[in-house]
Nanobody, 125 residues
């Protein structure tokens, strides 16, 4: 599946952004989806994940209560609603996909097979 992330930008602390990741090429609903981020000089880290049908979600502790992951399989898109943004949320955000028929460790980037190109989120203080 090909993934295209969008929606990043430059915002101030406290603002909101909604990222989108559109899938194409294969049946999107066959894939668990995850959002990861990578700040300069740091490793890629888990942000949020959602299972193939949207019933189960996972969040990194620092974004719980501020970020919401959701998906619309009819639109082949997964979203990350980010509220109350902080400067430490600044990073390139990537979406990943993992076939639902294979073993999935939602919080580990190595578990994902396909990746989007990333979208930059910059939060100023």
């Amino acid at each position: 599946v090909q993934l295209q992330a969008s929606g990043g930008g430059l915002v101030q602390a406290g603002d909101s952004l909604r990222l989108a990741c559109a899938g194409s090429g294969r049946t999107f609903s066959n894939y668990h989806m995850g959002w990861f981020r990578q700040a300069p000089g740091k490793e890629r880290e888990f942000v949020a994940a959602i299972n193939w049908i949207g019933e189960t979600t996972y969040y990194e502790d620092s974004v719980k209560g501020r970020f919401t992951i959701s998906r619309d399989n009819a639109k082949n898109t997964v979203y990350l609603q980010m509220n109350s943004l902080k400067p430490e949320d600044t990073a390139v955000y990537y979406c990943g996909a993992k076939n639902r028929l294979t073993s999935w460790s939602a919080k580990y980037s190595s578990s994902y097979t396909f990746w989007g190109q990333g979208t930059q989120v910059t939060v100023s203080s």
